[in-house]
């Protein structure tokens, strides 16, 4: 008798592969999380979870295309990043190398975290591929802090130094849902002071997100889009599972048409994280990610309404 092998879990079980030459966009996890909260550690599981709660998405979206979504990407899962969570720039330098083999192949890396620190070494792969990169990033935070001069690399500062070391085109990327209580103050202030464009949650919602959608859209133009989605922007009752969990956020509907409002822009690369199955309750969290990743996906294919 033949003892079979059991494949590793993929994103809607789609092929597993280490070559994405030929897809149009590959899945990359990255499992790793800083470690520094006080309690809410463990969004390094998240994706293994989004994987596992995936196979409740099926193929096709009769709304929004009516494609086989997985089939027209030519979709792969590249499996996780090889690293050790307690090394940052180790597991940073290895993050971003196996981003840009992917981008390298012709794919669109979609990174899953993880906390959303793993965003710095993905817009790093992603910026040496696509000069002029720009970043819609949705979240709770701005994730631009000021930096510790001891600890300058976490969670709260990814976008800081994508900034500084000149990575992303800071005044023509948005962080959208800012919401919510920080440890220190002068948050929103330096993320201006970085050149970024910031829109709460609550000015979001006042002026209405075609408005606000059409108002980046014509800034950004066809310039190259990163595309991050920190779950967190999610309110706490439909994604309980994250890492830094703030009230008052999205509903699931929201969020997920959020996105939609981003169809026919040129993203390049994009990550969903802060998904820590630890803390979230029957995968629902994860379930989410795995919804909100499928969204992201359609941003990639042709928009039927060109």
Not at 35 to 50: N, Q
Not at 142 to 164: G, I, M, V, W
Not at 218 to 230: C, H, L, N, W
Request: net charge negative; proline share 8%; aromatic share 6%.
């Amino acid at each position: 008798m033949t003892l079979l092998t059991q494949a590793p879990r993929t994103f809607m079980g789609v092929p597993f592969s280490r070559d994405p030459k030929g897809a149009k966009a590959a899945i990359l996890g990255v499992p790793f999380d800083c470690g520094i909260h006080p309690f809410r550690i463990g969004s390094r599981e998240g994706p293994d979870a989004i994987r596992d709660q995936s196979l409740l998405i099926r193929p096709y979206h009769p709304e929004f295309g009516d494609l086989n979504l997985p089939e027209a990407l030519g979709l792969v899962d590249c499996g996780n990043v090889r690293l050790t969570p307690s090394r940052i720039e180790d597991a940073f330098a290895a993050t971003e190398k196996a981003a840009a083999a992917i981008l390298e192949a012709g794919a669109v890396p979609v990174g899953f975290g993880g906390d959303g620190s793993v965003s710095l070494p993905l817009v790093r792969a992603a910026a040496q591929k696509h000069p002029g990169l720009c970043v819609i990033h949705i979240d709770s935070h701005t994730d631009a802090y000021r930096p510790d001069p001891d600890h300058p690399l976490d969670a709260s500062t990814q976008f800081t130094f994508a900034a500084l070391e000149q990575r992303v085109s800071a005044t023509l990327s948005y962080h959208l849902g800012l919401r919510g209580t920080t440890m220190v103050g002068g948050v929103h202030d330096h993320g201006r002071e970085l050149g970024y464009n910031l829109i709460t949650l609550r000015d979001y919602l006042r002026r209405g997100p075609e408005t606000v959608a059409a108002e980046i859209r014509a800034a950004i133009g066809e310039r190259p889009v990163y595309f991050s989605f920190d779950m967190d922007v999610f309110d706490p009752s439909c994604a309980p599972g994250v890492a830094t969990p703030v009230w008052g956020g999205l509903s699931s509907r929201e969020g997920l048409d959020l996105i939609r409002l981003f169809r026919g822009m040129n993203i390049v690369g994009a990550d969903v994280n802060t998904v820590s199955p630890n803390h979230d309750v029957k995968g629902m969290t994860a379930f989410l990610a795995a919804a909100v990743t499928c969204e992201i996906l359609l941003l990639l294919c042709p928009d039927p309404a060109a």
